[in-house]
């Protein structure tokens, strides 16, 4: 793929020499389907891909062991394959055997974005439950409303072949009965409404809790009040409670966290030069103001719509205004934004998952967590600074983990439009020494 690029690029260039006026960032015919190839090639089926990972000791999703080694119980192995899963990934295979142990024991988890963590609490939690108790036993807390949910799914799927295992959603909106005591044996939720049900309204006793999931630990961390809210619910569990808490990144802040609400854990860590996948490919466009990258994101709409793109902005107003002017050019588009409520940012979600929308516009508020399978593009129309202006390395993998889930390849494109952005996108190149970064601009003037 980068021999294409290499191609397109000396494309453009050459078009560049023998025009020298300020045309070049719109792509000729052939540029454009050479880009169309490239993205094309990342789409072909990616199912031996995985198969082919899954042998590679280098991979995250390599694995010795199977399902059946694993020691599931029989109606969640059942679940597993339902949901076409052959082989554990690597985190799978490392961390299972930690949370089913007897004694139960806790765990600090770290594994690259769309590995296949959710999917190894929820079996972790869906073995602990003793579904003739009708009383919460597994607590997880979420960072998101739409994560909840997402994980939400994932339980009712993985345990669809064990009914007796009901599931309840602490999220804001689900409002229950005064004096309600909660029957089902799994809770999933957001921290507020969490700590709210286990302690103004009563609806869980806490000390029944023998399982304590805390995902995506950096993203709950950078959300205010979140961290306060998720040490006090851990406060009130037993001290017999299993305590698990899984990330996709581990700066110094999540790991200081992560160490006051787990106690002695087993710690499963990535190293710095691991943390990003190699099966996503990533590049950059220069461009020379906010125009030019419109003009340039319309130039490749075409290609990126064969399957389904994100594109990330720093803020709302920008996400709006490019939504907005897209949509008078007349392609389709979706807008995801934190000033939505929560029920309408779910319904955006869904909208795009079952693929009513190829292309979704976002803030930050979507780069964590949120698993769309057939999304093969992510583009950073801005690319993530934190609020002193240094690059957001976390925000970045969360970003382009959007893409590349669970084996399939992916393409990350950043639009450069100064030489700020480009000093931001060395810096977060310099920071995981990305050895797959390919530095090929598409446009230059
Ligand atoms: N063993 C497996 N075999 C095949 N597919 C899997 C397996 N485990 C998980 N998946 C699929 O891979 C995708 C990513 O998994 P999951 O959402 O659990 O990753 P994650 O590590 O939690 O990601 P993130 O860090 O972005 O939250 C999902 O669509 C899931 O269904």
Known sequence: ????????????????QKNSRFKNIILDKA???????????????????????QRDPNSPLYSVKS????????????????????????????????????????????????????????????????????????????????LALQTGKVIEQMG?????????????????????????????????????????????????????????????IATQGHLDQSLRIQ???????????????????????AKRIVPDPNVIKLKREEETLDTIKQYYVVCNCKEEKFQALCNIYGAITIAQAMVFCHTRKTAGWLAGELSKEGHQVALLSGEMQVEQRAAVIDRFRNGKEKVLVTTNVCARGIDVEQVSVVINFDLPVDKDGNPDNETYLHRIGRTGRFGKRGLAINMVDSKFSMNILNRIQDHFGTLNWIQVSLWVS
């Open 160 to 220: 669809q072949f064990y009914p007796e295992v009901k599931l309840m959603y602490a999220i804001r909106g689900n409002k229950l009965e005064k004096g309600l005591k909660l029957q089902e044996q799994i809770v999933i939720g957001t921290p507020g409404t969490v700590l709210d049900w286990c302690q103004k309204l009563k609806f869980i006793d806490p000390k029944k809790i023998k399982v304590f999931v805390l995902d995506e630990a950096d993203v709950m």
């Open 67 to 146: 399902f059946e080694e694993l020691r599931l119980k029989p109606q969640l192995l059942q679940g597993v394959y339902a949901m076409g899963f052959n082989r554990p990934s690597k985190i799978q295979e490392n961390a299972l055997p930690m949370m089913l142990a007897e004694p139960p024991q806790n765990l600090i988890a770290q594994s690259q974005s769309g590995t296949g963590k959710t999917a190894a609490f929820v079996l972790a939690m869906l073995s602990h439950v003793d579904p003739s108790n009708k009383w919460p036993q597994c607590l997880c807390v979420s960072p998101t409303y739409e």
């Open 235 to 257: 406060r009130m569990l037993p001290k017999s409670c299993q305590m698990l808490l899984f990330s996709a990144t581990f700066e110094e802040s999540v790991w200081n966290f």
């Open 1 to 16: 793929s980068s021999a294409l690029f290499y191609m397109l690029y000396a494309s453009i260039k050459k078009k560049n």
């Open 31 to 53: 540029a454009q389907s050479l880009l169309n190839k490239l993205i094309r090639s990342n789409l072909v089926n990616t199912t031996n891909q995985v198969e082919v990972l």
